[in-house]
């Protein structure tokens, strides 16, 4: 069952609306992110924060789904994936330009810095050399985070994009799955 074509902009708009939502809580767990590589307890929250996404994005739904369908219509793995897949892009616009915005002109060298003292712990360091990035860069921290900078800020922007593109609909088709729900058929008597 397809969504009448009326609901094409409706789905949109709501996705739009939670995207929205749904893209404050990527920077938050961005920025909380960014905060535990100098205050390791926030660790746990960033990772929280990270794995409550896919939560957050079929919390979303639900809600959506509260507002847009009657039991008599049901709710469609077809509308759910859409409206997923759509607020997970309008997300990512966000995050993105967030990770833009920040990165150009607000980190002033803090994430680098606050990579370069991770990477200094010898356990962070024989990870690094083990994964072999350290011989790739000329075999210093220093010369990894180097490296690390000269990457454009919308370089990484744009894989915040690109990671969306490729996991959300994995992630779309899940929350459809848990979030669709059959029409209630109504017996006349």
Avoid at 54 to 69: H, Q
């Amino acid at each position: 069952m397809n969504p009448a074509p009326s609901a094409l902009p409706q789905t949109n708009a709501y996705a739009m609306q939670y995207g929205t939502l749904l893209g404050l809580w990527g920077i938050v767990s961005l920025v909380v992110l960014g905060a535990s590589l100098s205050v390791p307890l926030l660790s746990s929250l960033s990772t929280l924060l990270f794995l409550g996404s896919p939560v957050c994005a079929g919390w979303l739904t639900v809600r959506f789904r509260r507002e847009v369908s009657t039991a008599e219509e049901g709710f469609t793995f077809g509308r759910a994936f859409l409206f997923n897949f759509v607020q997970s892009i309008y997300a990512s616009l966000l995050i993105a330009l967030f990770v833009f915005v920040y990165l150009q002109w607000l980190d002033g060298g803090y994430i680098w810095s606050a990579y370069e003292r991770m990477f200094a712990i010898p356990e962070n360091k024989l990870l690094l050399e083990q994964s072999g990035l350290l011989d790739q860069t000329g075999g210093s921290v220093a010369h990894f985070i180097e490296a690390l900078q000269r990457i454009p800020a919308a370089q990484y922007a744009g894989m915040v994009i690109y990671m969306t593109l490729l996991t959300s609909p994995l992630f779309s088709a899940l929350i459809a799955l848990i979030t669709k729900r059959r029409p209630r058929l109504t017996t006349g008597r």
